[in-house]
Antibody, heavy 117, light 110 residues
């Protein structure tokens, strides 16, 4: 069974940092690009970042560029999101998502990040 | 990276058909055949319903169909059922190789 399990979401103060992790199983992880997508409470989906299968290409939404860094460790079947200079606008449920072609075919259950003083 | 435009809500009676629109620009929806649609129940992760404008993944009902004209993509659900009540989001590849979602549409089955 294809599975994505996110972790690392906690409450953090504004200006703080956090690293999210996503453990992948049930598929050949290093064959696929991966995304992070977030959803603020009561709001819609927002694409955050994409990393290529080998980690060599990374893209970011303007709202997180320069503050967030996506990375992966194919030896550990894991995806990461390093989040710095956090603000209340970053409060959201963060989903790890498997890419297939130009769409997103498998979603994790998400991990919650709360930025508050 | 402006969000794609979707109606906030649509509704229909069981058995009817509804269409949800998703409007972008020539830099995203209009420029590529890479529009996908996702269904999300409250408190649950999104589920892929349509990819590459018109394609249905295995296991998705043929009551769901997608199309595109110019800068606007559409999701049509025919033979509405109570289980179709959910939030629906469109997504498109963008010229900057990023992705962009629509604001989401709440479908109510009357």
């Amino acid at each position: 069974e294809v599975q994505l399990v996110e972790s690392g979401g906690v409450a953090v103060q504004p200006g703080g940092s956090l690293r999210l992790s996503c453990a992948a199983s049930g598929f050949t992880f290093d064959d696929y690009n991966m995304h992070w997508v977030r959803q603020a409470p009561g709001k819609g989906l927002e694409w955050v970042s994409l990393i290529s299968w080998d980690g060599g290409i990374r893209y970011y939404a303007d709202s997180v560029k320069g503050r967030f860094t996506i990375s992966r460790d194919n030896s550990k079947n894991s995806l990461y999101l390093q989040m710095n200079s956090l603000t209340s606008e970053d409060t959201a449920l963060y989903y790890c998502v498997k890419a297939r072609g130009h769409y997103m075919d498998v979603w994790g259950q998400g991990t919650t990040v709360t930025v508050s003083s | 990276q402006s969000a794609l435009t979707q109606p906030a809500s649509v509704s229909g009676s069981p058995g009817q058909s509804i269409t949800i629109s998703c409007t972008g620009t020539s830099s995203d929806v209009g420029g590529y055949n890479y529009v996908s649609w996702y269904k999300q129940y409250p408190g649950k992760a999104p589920k892929l319903m349509i990819y590459d404008v018109t394609n249905r993944p295995s296991g998705v009902s043929n009551r769901f169909s997608g199309s595109k004209s110019g800068n606007t993509a559409s999701l049509t659900i025919s033979g509405l059922q109570a289980e179709d009540e959910a939030d629906y989001y469109c997504n498109s590849y963008s010229s900057s190789s990023t992705r962009v979602f629509g604001g989401g549409t709440k479908l109510t089955v009357l």
